[in-house]
């Protein structure tokens, strides 16, 4: 049971380049959220799902898309890198009964 | 506008004394809160959570006592121990349905530092 996993943990970008990051769980869960967490920042949400083909989005959602098209699976694409978007993501489920994230490791990107 | 705020960013500690971190929303229909614990190059780890319904939970050396009257909730480590070192977010949740019940909002954290 691995719980909540990111691919890639590393990623340097060029601006304008564009690349998918991909966040994978094992618990059956329903809900799946992207965050971004920035230095005194706290965790800002991106885009969230509460169910395979579903997304919505969160509090800082420009520049990113989403989708959900596994259940197991929510994808956070850059479609054109900006320096802006350096940052530390990381994905989170939970299940629909309980108010408890689950969090992945995180994956670190630099956009230079 | 920050609607949970952790106003002090760090805080360094005794090992064995209390820890006490503390948060205040101000947001009338979060109803459930939450403390997640985050070490460094590691995503945020759930530690303890506290309904309105109740003023005090426990688990182990971790207590989270909250005071709805005044918007305010703190989480208790006692006895600190070097590897508490970490930071604390809190975060909290609206109960109810509606979109807003599946989302947290959270603190911007505070570093914890237990010296040994």
């Known amino acids: 049971n691995a719980g909540v996993t990111q691919t890639p943990k590393f990623r340097v970008l060029k601006t304008g380049q564009s690349m998918t990051l991909l966040c994978a769980q094992d618990?059956?869960?329903?809900?799946m959220y992207w965050y971004r967490q920035d230095p005194g920042m706290g965790l800002r949400l991106i885009h969230y799902?509460?169910?395979?083909?579903?997304?919505a989005k969160g509090e800082v959602p420009d520049g990113y898309n989403v989708s959900r098209l596994k259940k197991q699976n929510f994808l956070l694409g850059l479609e054109s890198a900006a320096p802006s978007q350096t940052s530390v993501y990381f994905c989170?489920?939970?299940?629909?009964?309980?108010?408890?994230?689950?969090f992945g490791p995180g994956t670190r990107l630099t956009v230079t | 506008d920050q609607q949970v705020k952790q106003n002090s960013p760090s805080l360094s500690v005794q090992e064995g004394r209390i820890s006490i971190l503390n948060c205040d929303y101000t947001?009338?229909?979060?109803?459930?809160f939450l403390w997640y614990k985050k070490y460094p190059a590691e995503g945020p780890t759930f530690l303890i959570s506290?309904?309105?319904?109740?003023d005090k939970n426990e688990d182990g050396r971790f207590t989270v006592f909250l005071n709805k009257s005044a918007k305010h909730l703190s989480l208790h480590i006692v006895p600190s121990q070097p590897g508490d070192s970490a930071v604390y977010f809190c975060a909290a949740s609206p109960v109810g349905g509606g979109a807003g019940s599946y989302q947290l909002t959270f603190g911007k954290g505070t570093k914890l530092s237990v010296i040994p």
């Open positions: 618990m059956n869960h329903e809900y």
């Open positions: 506290i309904s309105s319904i109740k």
């Open positions: 947001n009338s229909m979060f109803d459930y």
């Open positions: 799902s509460v169910g395979e083909g579903t997304t």
């Open positions: 989170a489920s939970k299940s629909v009964i309980t108010y408890e994230q689950y």
